[in-house]
């Protein structure tokens, strides 16, 4: 393993910084569970309770059962924020098991790049030592995160300090926190929904373009990633594409030509312009 502490300890530096954002983040994601059907696993099987998640809430019931759940979030107060991630969807997935792939993981992406940015400027010497140490050349940021493997124990902070905040917090005073800037998501991708151009036909693509769109295909039957690629995965396809050999400045290109959810383009292009 190499010695990268102080670049460990700087992304903690970071993203204590932006607790306040990764707060806000995770009320805004919260928005809309009360009004789920709610579910539990009895003997194996997954069925529906009748209710929604919000009326069991109100009413003080438990929100997740017996039968599934992370035993670092059990005990938890009926109907808190801590008891909604302990519970299952209509798919028999944990809401724990969303927040991660949905909030924490892209958030705690961002926060290892912001401080490889930091530290690319204010400690060019330990930089390029660590750069060295690494392999990397350090053009691509998000590659050099992944190198340095500071992801997974920054991960687990960012949880502890969400549940430090929020775990006992009633879901409902969660939810009216997270409204307005849930609203403001809701508006913006509204917006991109509006402004932006359809994509080209495949039969249209630019001849200049099509090696690295070819590239990005194979990158993309590479990594199994599910079609089309939701935006929780933005990071992933981004390192795909990278590690295929296409450069950066290519992937705006060849975005359109790729089997992507809507916001999937703007979150890949959103950190493309964090490793820059």
Request: glycine share 10%; charged share 30%.
């Amino acid at each position: 393993m190499f010695d990268v502490d102080w670049m460990g300890q700087l992304s903690r530096d970071v993203l204590r910084e932006r607790l306040p954002a990764l707060i806000a983040e995770t009320c805004a994601w919260s928005v809309g569970l009360s009004d789920r059907p709610h579910h539990e696993r009895r003997r194996g099987r997954l069925t529906g309770t009748g209710g929604t998640i919000g009326d069991r809430a109100a009413r003080g019931q438990a929100l997740s059962g017996e039968e599934d759940g992370r035993l670092e979030l059990g005990d938890a107060r009926p109907g808190s924020f801590r008891d909604v991630l302990n519970a299952v969807d209509a798919d028999g997935v944990l809401y724990a098991d969303r927040f991660d792939r949905e909030v924490l993981e892209p958030f705690v992406l961002a926060t290892c790049v912001l401080a490889a940015e930091r530290a690319r400027a204010t400690r060019r010497a330990e930089w390029a030592e660590l750069l060295d140490d690494l392999g990397e050349d350090g053009r691509d940021l998000v590659g050099v995160v992944r190198a340095g493997e500071w992801e997974a124990p920054l991960r687990i902070e960012a949880e502890h300090l969400v549940l430090a905040a929020l775990a006992d917090v009633p879901l409902l005073e969660v939810e009216a926190e997270g409204l307005p800037l849930s609203l403001v998501r809701a508006a913006e991708a509204l917006t991109r929904g509006v402004t932006a151009p359809p994509p080209p036909a495949p039969a249209g693509e630019d001849p200049a373009a099509s090696g690295a769109v070819f590239l990005a295909r194979a990158a993309l039957s590479a990594e199994g990633l599910a079609e089309p690629v939701p935006p929780s995965r933005a990071d992933r396809l981004l390192t795909a594409l990278l590690a295929e050999g296409i450069e950066p400045d290519e992937v705006p290109g060849v975005l359109p030509h790729l089997p992507l959810a809507p916001g999937t383009a703007d979150a890949v292009l959103t950190l493309l312009d964090a490793g820059r």
